[in-house]
């Protein structure tokens, strides 16, 4: 992993039980894309995710997401970038090039479909790595076996087509760069409590998945 990102994610994992002061904080990432699609869903999930890693996992981030574009030089200062929405994703040229070379860069990507973006999302994906393509991850694979186990993979939150849901993976030289929540929801289940009034154990399921996610990202 280059420097830099070395760096970056060292910060948040020095070590659990030490408070890092303020200004060594890091903000999660949301990312915003052309096409349509409401990349700006779930507009409490980010700040809960983080404050519950920092409760559960010792990061100390901060609660103020950042908005970054797929095409900006900002997204090299954001270690891990979430991706949402519903429907149609368009990348041009020179966005699908950026985000290929964050990726190999050292960032990460964790794209969870919220119910009508698989189709348009797996066309940008070919556009950022026309030569890998999305894997799904079995059972044993780290991602499900961080601070909190999840034996059968992710969790259910939504039923959108009562489906299984299903993670998938981008590889590069065998380090996961994307990973992909389908039937999924996770995003939902961060939320805050009063928008889809999930029950509580729903809501644990999904902020444990996603804090996860975010762990094996900084300590792969």
Known sequence: MPRLFSLLLLSVFTLLATAPPPSSELRLGLLKYNGGGDWYSNPTALPNLA????????????????????????????????????????????????????????????????????????????????DLALVELPFNHKIYHQTFEFPTGLPKIHE?????????????????????????????????????????EIRQAALRMGANVIEFAFEQ
């Open 51 to 130: 404050a519950f890693c920092n409760d559960q996992l010792g990061t100390n981030f901060a609660l103020d997401y950042g908005t970054v574009e797929v095409g900006s030089a900002e997204l090299y200062n954001y270690p891990w970038v979430h991706m949402t929405g519903h429907g149609n994703v368009v990348f041009s040229a020179l966005e699908a090039e950026n985000l290929r070379n964050y990726l190999i860069g050292g960032g990460f990507l964790h794209i969870d479909d919220n119910y009508g973006m698989d189709p348009y999302v797996r066309l940008a994906l070919e556009q950022v790595f026309p």
């Open 160 to 200: 959108h087509d009562g489906e299984a849901p299903i993670g998938y993976g981008i590889f590069y030289e065998d380090r996961l760069v994307v990973y992909y929540s389908f039937q999924c929801d996770l995003g939902d289940g961060w939320e805050d409590e009063s928008v889809h009034k999930d029950p509580p």
